[in-house]
């Protein structure tokens, strides 16, 4: 848990950056990531240099070579535990002139995912004095606690709602958090965020698994399993792909298979059928703002994402309403392919307000399973229409933290039902066998025989099969009827507002 005292501080030094002339919140966090990744270095050769210690053999790996640079200084000074220590003069110095040229080859010699990302760097910090305030504000996270470690860089991902290439941040982490609930990730799965953007999604995951199955980190074979081939993420922007491999690093995956891979130009034949669980959103990778502007983008998602997963393997992806009831004949194929050749579980309508600020555009989520096969069946659909979070656009809390999510804390009264909807769905999804089926249309939840979204030209959008009666003057949860008011949700937005660098960002994950 992050502490009041970290997230001060961490708002001083944002503060400090944009006094310094770095106003783009990206900026900042690369700035951030470069240290924080110095800083793992130095705990990794601080390992190297322990276990001779222990089993009386030398260290399999130097990484702060017993040498001198072309400066003339020694390599070990570059280390974290060496410069933090200095003036903030001469810190800046060695930072900028030595210790970066120097992560610029550690491209090859690094294992990590970040080491890799790190070409073609830049230092940008401003001044000696904003350098020394980030050193000491990173230094106070404990060293190998993955937990505080997570909470710190998932704090300041959360500032750059706002920034330029925002479109790769604005997956709610409770949204994130509910397809896993949906999905139910277990220890031999290979998961893939084939747009994975800062990997909040795939952090996500890493924190569902300790949580659900820490069985996974007892044993050798599926502990190497969970640190090398569990996994995996695709972006094609080189500063997304260093601050989600960091991501990844900071919740204890340094190995995790983060890529530079664009899923729209390059032929993905070699992970063909490679994934059993695919988690992902178009809009969250680099390309966000194509994607929002070009439905037959999505499409190909889509279609990407039926490519990757080998049979059996479940996805829950999320994709513009209009993607569901389009009429372009690539639109109608690609649904055919997904409701009538696979297995289509479930069509999710999500809030609009759900992503926010960012976009006003109409989400839904699909949640299926690969067959390759027809099998007639029935779909469940369900109908957000509260998520928690306030309909506006600066998305406030409207319970308490131990209320919110799909799995909160504390039960919830009734009234509280009508503001988080994600509880219900939960429940309502696990007893989709059962009694869902008998649901009249008129409910917030219902089932649809495949036979009739055939009938329906494979259109998957829910206004299609609701029929209008007592159910849209109330929503049911369990046995109450409770009364709802969508006039928020109706109420059109500003859109692309964006908040002050100093909002509390309600939206981004991980």
Not at 168 to 194: F, K, Q, Y
Not at 290 to 300: D, P
Request: with cysteine; glycine share 6%; aromatic share 6%.
């Amino acid at each position: 848990m992050l502490t009041n005292t970290l997230r001060v501080q961490v708002n001083r030094l944002w503060d400090a950056f944009w006094c310094g002339g770095i106003s783009d919140p990206l900026d900042i966090l690369e700035q951030i990531t470069y240290l924080l990744f110095l800083r793992h270095l130095d705990d990794m050769h601080t390992d190297e240099e322990s276990r001779p210690a222990r089993s009386r053999t030398t260290m399999a790996r130097c990484i702060f070579p017993e040498a001198k640079n072309a400066k003339g200084r020694d390599y070990a000074a570059l280390r974290w535990s060496r410069f933090k220590h200095m003036a903030p003069e001469e810190m800046y110095a060695v930072v900028r002139e030595q210790v970066f040229p120097f992560l610029h080859t550690m491209g090859r010699a690094a294992s990590t995912g970040t080491g890799r990302h790190m070409k073609g760097i830049r230092f940008t910090i401003p001044t000696p004095a904003v350098l020394a305030q980030v050193v000491d504000v990173l230094d106070q996270v404990p060293r190998g606690e993955i937990d505080a470690r997570g909470d710190l860089y998932g704090y300041m991902l959360g500032k750059i709602v706002g920034a330029r290439r925002s479109g790769a941040l604005s997956i709610p982490r409770h949204i994130v958090r509910l397809m896993l609930e949906l999905t139910v990730p277990n220890a031999g799965d290979v998961i893939c965020d084939p747009a994975s953007g800062i990997c909040g999604v795939l952090a996500a995951a890493v924190e569902y698994m300790r949580e659900k199955h820490p069985e996974i980190l007892r044993d050798r074979q599926s502990r190497k399993h969970f640190h090398k081939r569990m996994f995996h993420g695709y972006d094609s922007d080189p500063a997304l792909l260093r601050i989600g491999s960091m991501n990844m690093v900071l919740h204890g995956v340094p190995h995790a298979d983060i890529r530079h891979k664009d899923w729209l130009a390059q032929d993905n034949g070699s992970d063909e059928g490679k994934y059993s669980l695919l988690l992902a959103a178009p809009f969250a990778s680099s390309r966000d703002q194509k994607v929002i502007k070009s439905k037959k983008v999505e499409s190909l998602f889509l279609e990407q994402c039926l490519r990757l997963l080998k049979p059996g393997g479940r996805a829950a992806i999320i994709v513009s309403d209009s993607v569901l009831s389009g009429s372009s004949t690539n639109q109608r194929n690609l649904r055919r392919k997904v409701a009538e050749e696979q297995r289509l579980d479930a069509v999710i309508a999500l809030p609009r307000a759900v992503f926010r600020p960012r976009s006003e555009v109409a989400m839904c989520m699909l949640l299926f399973t690969k067959a390759n096969s027809g099998r007639a069946g029935q779909v469940w659909f369900y109908d957000v229409r509260a998520d928690g979070w306030s309909l506006d656009d600066r998305r406030q809390p409207l319970l308490d933290e131990e209320k919110l999510g799909a799995s909160p804390l504390q039960p919830l009264t009734r009234a509280e039902q009508a503001k988080n909807n994600l509880p219900d769905l939960l429940a309502r999804w696990r007893r989709r066998g059962s009694d869902e089926l008998q649901r009249p249309r008129t409910a917030q939840s219902f089932c649809v025989p495949q036979a009739d979204i055939i009938a329906n030209g494979y259109h998957l959008s829910i206004s299609r099969y609701r029929q209008i009666g007592a159910g849209e003057a109330s929503q049911t949860h369990g046995e109450d009827a409770i009364p709802v008011t969508r006039s928020e949700e109706r109420r059109k937005p500003s859109p692309f507002s964006v908040p002050s660098h100093n909002d509390s960002a309600s939206q981004v994950t991980l």
